[in-house]
Structures are given as structure tokens and as C-alpha cells.
């Protein structure tokens, strides 16, 4: 019988065959011929099968590396300076202005007043509420009220003067003592101001149009005290005295 390059016979070995011997050999034949092939080509056909699989397995496995979580905090540059913000699933728990020291600086702020969370990529929200941040900081006149805050941890004095301060459009002021008009007692100008001092989400909370009796800047308990305040209003178009900072 004769045999092909690879050890199998040929076909025209065959041929010389004839009756039930022939057909028998020939189903032999057959089979032979695939196993061979199964086999020689196998580990190649399982590594074009698992090829894709292992492909996709790895994106996911870089794409989750790299995707947004839940909680975290994350920072980020603006004409100021470098802020940050800290986001959980009800919404930002803390935003932070530039700390004088830099960006290192402002990271360990994050890390002393958030010690729980992780520096990570941001979430959708937090993603809209940096851009946000940026934008009004540039000048936009966007007054930030669709950013959602979580303030489970804020009492319901502070929540309730950092809502009317959430309503005074960019470019304007409002003095201590008009929000505690607005609470019902103008008393408590000492109070309100305390509660501004206290907000931990500057500047979509905008204590920096909070001003002092007379529109006097105030205290400012962001990096640059005073100063980053006025220059915040200056960006912003106000005029707390009738005419526009040297900033």
C-alpha cells in the first residue's frame, strides 16, 4: 500500500482493492485521516477558540481596574488651584478647596477629613460635579443647585442656611446678617456665620457670597483665607462694595 509524506495511505492505494475489503479499509482511512487532523490541529483550534475569551477577560479585568466606584474621593484642577471632592452613593459628602501647600496638601486634606475612602477614578455624578466646579471657577454662571449633597451628617440648622445660600446666583452677595433675616431671626448673623465657616462643600455650598456686616469679606476657612474669597468673587463679576477686587 502506498503511503503519503505523512504516513497515511493514499487514495489510490485504495483503488486496488476491491469488494467489502475495500470499503472496510476506506472507513479506516477516513478515520485515520481525522483523528490525525483533530489531533495535530487541536491545540491551535482551542487557542483560536479561547482567544477572544481570554481578549474580553482581560479588558474587563482593566476596564474595572479603572472604573468609577461608589465612594471615593478624587482630585482635580481649576484656575485656583487644585480642589477635590469626595462622593458616596447619596451624592458628594465633601468638596475641597486648594490648600495653599499645593496638591500634596490637598490630598492629605482628603485623607485627615475622609479617612474611610480611597483616592479613585470619580462616579457619573461626581464626574458632573467636577466639571461643574471647574466651570463656575472660570467664570460660568451655573449656580450648581443639580449637584446632589449628601448631608446625613450635617445638622438641620446648617442645612437649612446652606440651602438659601445655594439660591444666591453667582455674581451676587448676601451678608450674614440678610440670611438670618431670611431664617426668621436676624440674631442669629452669629450662627450663620459659624454654620459657613463649618461648610463642607464650598464652593457648591457658596460661603464665599456670604459676607460680613457691611460687605466686609469675613472670615474664610479655605486656603488663602480672605483673599481666595475675594478672588472667587472677582471670577464670579460680584461687586460686594460697588466696584470690582484688584484680583
Known sequence: MHMSDNGLPTFGAFERMS?????????????????????????????????????????????????????????????????????????????????????????????????????APPSPRAQHAIAGVQALLEGATDDLC????????????HQRVYAIARRIPPGQTRTYGEVAEELGDKGLSRAVGQAMGHNPFAPVVPC??????????GGFSAGGGAL????????????????RSLF
Open 228 to 243: 481666595t474669597k475675594l478672588r472667587m468673587l472677582d471670577i464670579e463679576g460680584a461687586t460686594p462694595n460697588g466696584t
Open 208 to 217: 464665599h457670597r456670604v459676607l460680613a456686616a457691611g460687605n466686609k469679606p
Open 146 to 157: 443639580d449637584i446632589e449633597l449628601d448631608m446625613r451628617g450635617v445638622s438641620e440648622f
Open 19 to 119: 469488494g467489502n475489503a475495500s470499503k472496510r479499509r476506506m472507513k479506516v482511512w477516513y478515520f485515520g485521516v481525522f483523528g490525525w487532523y483533530f489531533c495535530s490541529s487541536a491545540e491551535e483550534g482551542f487557542a483560536r477558540l479561547l482567544a477572544p475569551r481570554f481578549s474580553t477577560l482581560n479588558h474587563n479585568a482593566s476596564m474595572t481596574a479603572a472604573s468609577p466606584v461608589e465612594s471615593g474621593f478624587a482630585l482635580f484642577p481649576t484656575t485656583i488651584g487644585a480642589c477635590a471632592l469626595a462622593w458616596g452613593p447619596q451624592g458628594l459628602v465633601g468638596v475641597q478647596l486648594p490648600e495653599e501647600r499645593g496638591e500634596a496638601a490637598t490630598r492629605a486634606r482628603m485623607h485627615r477629613r475622609f479617612p474611610h475612602l480611597e483616592e
